[in-house]
């Protein structure tokens, strides 16, 4: 795929929205008939506001919707139609998202009693907030009318959001780990990517990288450092068939097949293909992307939803390539960017309607026409970049340990690959911390 194939996203402007969303709790009666008297007639008063959107005195129902991420693009003009839309009813307060302390963000919310009616989350990192009663079932609302708002969606990124045979979430878009690489410049080396290749591959074009070229043969920024070790994961476990088991955390994190995987890694950085070197493990996003720009790196590391930002402002062809196989069959991570109405937001029926709004034909056209794939089922696109993601999704496998709880899954970003790439810790300690991360959360 080259400029040709991005052509729409280098114009688009790189902002993007998400929110947060309700729940309702429920009251012991006192016994007092005036009192519970008053206090039904009271709900059933908050129940018309809800409905019409519109406070007695005239005033439009505030919602609020933590929904706006800069790395996908196309969700800026999405919830500003949105909001223009449902502005008969609704004041839509769009607010920014802050990926690195999300978690934070949403807790605090949460806890404070006035959180975001719609809440941007990862479906499959929704777990810890399902088990602490925090997220509204979404369950009757996707299924009523014969199943008519569950049936428009893609099933596969709903189901990244479903627990317990329960729906908690509603997709915003795919995510699924990929490269992206440099192809006039690895063409010029004599350099080809394949289409499959294994780990063995990979090492293989970062060595002819390193020496004909100039630049870094591979980078990913901090966040997503933990990449490697996990796709490596994904694919041996499943060679073992016992990628489910880690999955629901009942392997020991202790099990050497784990071990291998962080030893890949590890080698990678320690072969000095890792831009850029001492700074690695804590390079941002928009340095890495700059980088690649710069035609300091051959092959970055990242997902799909971020495609925009890396077309952005670049002078040659773009190649996308599958994430390297560790194992007999390519599976990768992944999941869906999401949204998720936490159980105490003031305004759930709001947030529903919002929500639908949001997956409906005319909204996910946009993040179609903006070079994404919809997650509405009735909605496509001939563009040649959205078709090759497509491909990539079916590969995606959304259950891995790092979502047993927030304390794991901060491990494995925050801790894991920089402490032992650094040689801060030796890999027995992380791996015995992370086991006590791992029967803690089994135990919950």
Known sequence: ?????????????????????????????????????????????????????????????????????????????????????????????????????????????????????????QGQYLKPYVDAGQAVDLTPYLTENNGEWLNSLDQSLVDVGKYDGKY????????????????????????????????????????QIDEKTEAYPYAICGLCNDFMARNALLSKSNDAGTMEAWGNAEVAVTDPLLQECLEQTKELYDKGYWYPKDGAMITTRDEVIAAFHQGKVAIIGDVNAVSGMVAEGCDFNIGIAAWPKAGKENISLGGADAYFIPSNAQHPDAAIEILKEFTSEEMQQIHADYGFAPVNVNVTSEDPLVQQFADLKTRIYGSELMYISTEMTAFWQDVLIEDYCLETNGLDELLNQMEKLRQEAVQK
């Open 1 to 121: 795929m080259g400029k040709k194939l991005l052509a729409v996203l280098l114009s688009v402007v790189m902002t993007l929205g998400m929110m947060t969303g309700c729940g309702s709790g429920t009251q012991e009666n006192s016994g007092n008939d005036s009192e519970s008297g008053s206090q039904q007639g009271s709900q059933t008063e908050e129940n018309r506001k809800e409905a019409t959107g519109k406070e007695e005195s005239g005033k439009k129902t505030k919602v609020v919707c933590y929904v706006v991420n800069t790395a996908t693009t196309s969700q800026e003009p999405i919830w500003n139609s949105i909001k223009e839309k449902l502005s008969d009813r609704y004041e839509i307060e769009l607010l920014e998202v802050d990926t690195e302390n999300l978690d934070t963000v949403i807790k605090t919310g949460i806890a404070s009693g006035e959180p975001a009616d719609i809440y941007f989350k």
């Open 168 to 207: 908690y979430s509603v997709p915003m878009t795919g995510v699924y780990a990929n490269f992206y690489y440099n192809a006039d410049l690895l063409k010029e080396a004599g350099i080809e990517i394949p289409s499959e290749w294994t780990w063995d591959q990979f090492m293989e074009t970062c060595a």
